[in-house]
C-alpha cells in the first residue's frame, strides 16, 4: 500500500522526493533496441577461404555492426588487401545486411554481403553473394553451417563470360570452461569455376586457438587448402601457413 506524503514537513517531504525520484528516472530510462559492436585486429596473414589476400604479409582489419532487437543488422567490414586480389586495389570493403533469429535451439541468420574493392580502376571487381547459415550451441561448444552463393557476375569470370560461385562451409568452437581459451576448427569447400576457386572447385580448412584477455583476443591457427595458387610475386598463396591476430573488440 503505498502511504500518503500529505502533512509531511518540508525538509522531511524533500527528503522522500529525492530518494524516490533516482529509481523512479533510472526505471523509466528507455531501454534502446540497437546496440552498437565493433573491432579492430592485425592478423600476419589475411586468409579467404584459405588463399592469401596479402601475398601472406600482415594486414590490418576493422569492422562496425549496429543490431536491432528484431534480429535486423547492417555491418561493414574491412581489410587491406594486395593488388593483385582485384586489379590494383589495396583494401577490401564488405557490406552486408541481414537478419537473425533463434527458433529452439537453432540460431539462422540470411543476409545479403557486397564485396567492394575502391582503387580499382573500373574494372569489373564487385560483386553480391547471399548467405544462409543455422547453428547450435551445445554446452560449451557450437557447431555451424554456412552457405555462400555469388549469382553469375563478370567481376567471378575466369574467361567464359559471367561465372558463379558456391561455398559450403562448417565450423566447430568451444571455450574451455572457467578459462579465457577457446578452440575452432573450419571445413569448407568452393564450387566453380570461377575467379574464387583453383580451378574447378578446391577444398581449404583450419584449426585455431584463441586467448581472451579484457577487450582483446589473441588467435593462432593452421589454415591449409588442397590445391596450389601463386601470385605475381611467385608466392603460393593457398600453401599451408600458420595466421596470428590480435583483435580489439568494443
Known sequence: MRKSIIGLSAPVLIGVLAAISA???AQDA????????????????????????????????????????????????????????????DQELDLIAGYTKTIGAATVDVGVLYYYYPGS???????????ASVKGTFGPATAKLTVNYAPKAKAL????????????????SASIPNTPLGVSAHLGHS?????????KEYTDWNIGATYTWSHLTFGVSYVDTDKSSFSPSGRNIAKAGIVGSVTASF
Open 23 to 25: 529509481p523512479a528516472m
Open 30 to 89: 528507455p531501454t534502446s533496441d540497437l546496440t552498437v559492436t565493433g573491432n579492430a585486429a592485425v592478423v600476419t596473414d589475411y586468409r579467404f577461404r584459405g588463399i592469401s589476400q596479402t601475398d601472406r604479409r600482415f594486414a590490418l582489419q576493422g569492422g562496425i555492426t549496429v543490431s536491432h532487437s528484431s534480429g535486423l543488422y547492417v555491418s561493414t567490414w574491412g581489410s587491406s588487401i594486395d593488388d593483385y586480389v582485384a586489379s590494383g586495389s
Open 121 to 131: 580502376g573500373g574494372a569489373n571487381t564487385d560483386f553480391v553473394e547471399p548467405y
Open 157 to 172: 569470370s575466369v574467361g567464359n563470360g559471367k561465372e558463379d560461385n558456391l561455398y559450403v562451409g562448417g565450423d566447430l
Open 191 to 199: 564450387f566453380g569455376p570461377s575467379y574464387l576457386t583453383i580451378g
